[in-house]
T-cell receptor, first 117, second 110 residues
Framework: GAVVSQHPSWVICKSGTSVKIECRSL??????MFWYRQFPKQSLMLMAT?????????EQGVEKDKFLINHASLTLSTLTVTSAHPEDSSFYIC?????????????FGSGTRLTVV | EDQVTQSPEALRLQEGESSSLNCSYT??????LFWYRQDPGKGPEFLFT???AGEEKEKERLKATLTKKESFLHITAPKPEDSATYLC???????????FGSGTRLQVQP
């Protein structure tokens, strides 16, 4: 089945530094990937849609200069949290689908727990 | 704007005690209704996709059903390993990303 690998699974960084999170589709090509953010006991909130070879589409209220997304190949999308602050601490999850998200839904990565100290 | 509401927020069951989780939705054009299971600190795991009212799908102790306004996830004779958060999401024909509900945290006690 479709597998999405996300790395790292957790990271702790100092306030003001940048952190990069990778999302890879291991056995399929993904022209589109999605980045979500999840706070404790809350649902997944879409941050942006990552499009291979073009600019990402950000949801309203998400700072594009703070959350940089690069989708340079059909199997890799990266999310960089720039100048991280404690309020950026959260669980970040990526997802992708080998097709149009139909019968097999969207496959999710295992998530990245970011803690900014 | 697509909306997904799940209830109850949390549910505690005894092992073997069957129950149902509810997902109410509004969407301009339904591309699919998705159910996921999420364990703590992990990404969501795909369970089912339902496409049209009247459709049902089963997997082990889980059965998902769909009407024009809501979906139910029925859990028959649950076991402690069924404890997790169950997420409902809708896909809109005009949008590729899914819209998620807030989830139901299920705890099954032995």
């Amino acid at each position: 089945g479709a597998v999405v690998s996300q790395h790292p699974s957790w990271v702790i960084c100092k306030s003001g530094t940048s952190v990069k999170i990778e999302c890879r589709s291991l056995d399929f090509q993904a022209t589109t990937m999605f980045w979500y953010r999840q706070f404790p006991k809350q649902s997944l909130m879409l941050m942006a849609t990552s499009n291979e070879g073009s600019k990402a589409t950000y949801e309203q209220g998400v700072e594009k200069d703070k959350f940089l997304i690069n989708h340079a190949s059909l199997t890799l999308s990266t999310l960089t949290v720039t100048s991280a602050h404690p309020e950026d601490s959260s669980f970040y999850i990526c997802s992708a689908s080998p097709g149009t998200g139909g019968a097999n839904g969207y496959t999710f990565g295992s998530g990245t727990r970011l803690t900014v100290v | 704007e697509d909306q997904v509401t799940q209830s109850p927020e949390a549910l505690r069951l005894q092992e073997g005690e069957s129950s149902s989780l509810n997902c109410s939705y509004t969407v301009s054009g339904l591309r699919g209704l998705f159910w996921y299971r999420q364990d703590p600190g992990k990404g969501p795991e795909f369970l089912f996709t339902l496409y049209s009212a009247g459709e049902e799908k089963e997997k082990e102790r889980l059965k998902a059903t769909l009407t024009k306004k809501e979906s139910f996830l029925h859990i028959t004779a649950p076991k402690p390993e069924d404890s997790a958060t169950y997420l409902c999401a809708v896909g809109d024909t005009g949008r590729r990303a899914l819209t998620f509900g807030s989830g139901t945290r299920l705890q099954v006690q032995p």
